[in-house]
Each structure stands twice: as structure tokens, then as C-alpha cells.
């Protein structure tokens, strides 16, 4: 099988944590997916829930404030778990999340 990448429009309906988003993923054609939840791909966020609370609140505010009710392109990517910017790069950059490989 081949292992290209698609690239698609969305548009981010709420983000959970700073490595967690939901998204409407445009098809094309007309075809939406609704409420498609995704992991950023190469990184991990402290979780907003317990310990990490403090940093997890403020590693989503950051990434909120960057792709919340926004319109994004996405590129799948086939892991273990299921071009403007890589919020991803830039998530770890800014010390809200850190490279991890799954």
C-alpha cells in the first residue's frame, strides 16, 4: 500500500488539551467529516487534568489562541495511535509540549 500523505482543509471546532483538537475535515465534493478528534502528530503536551495542570491549562490557552475556529490544513500520517505553519514545531518551541516519539 502506499503510504502518501493527503492533505486536507478543516476547520478547528474546540481545542482539549495542547496536543488534542476536534475538527471538520473537508473532503472535497461536498464530503465533511464532523467532529473528527486529533492528536498532533511528534509531540506531547502536559495534560490538563492532575499534576500537569498548570502548564496543561496554559499549553492549550497557547494553542488555542493560535487554531481555535480556524481554518487549518492537515496532513494524515500513519503512527501507532491511528505547509502555512507546523503548530506542532511551533508548540514545542514556544516550551508548551515536547517531541515524543510514539
Request: glycine share 8%; net charge positive; with cysteine.
Amino acid at each position: 500500500m502506499n503510504n502518501k500523505l493527503y492533505k486536507y482543509q478543516a476547520v478547528v471546532k474546540s481545542v482539549y488539551d495542547g496536543d488534542t483538537c476536534t475538527v471538520d475535515i473537508d473532503l472535497g465534493l461536498g464530503t465533511w467529516v464532523h467532529g473528527e478528534k486529533l492528536r498532533l502528530y511528534r509531540i506531547n503536551a502536559p495534560e490538563v487534568r492532575g499534576v500537569e495542570r498548570s502548564l496543561g491549562l496554559k499549553s492549550r490557552d497557547f494553542l488555542r489562541s493560535k487554531i481555535d475556529d480556524r481554518e487549518i490544513i492537515i496532513k494524515t500520517v500513519k503512527d501507532k495511535k491511528g505547509e502555512w505553519i507546523n503548530i506542532n514545531d511551533l508548540m514545542v518551541s514556544e516550551g508548551f509540549a515536547v517531541y515524543k516519539d510514539y
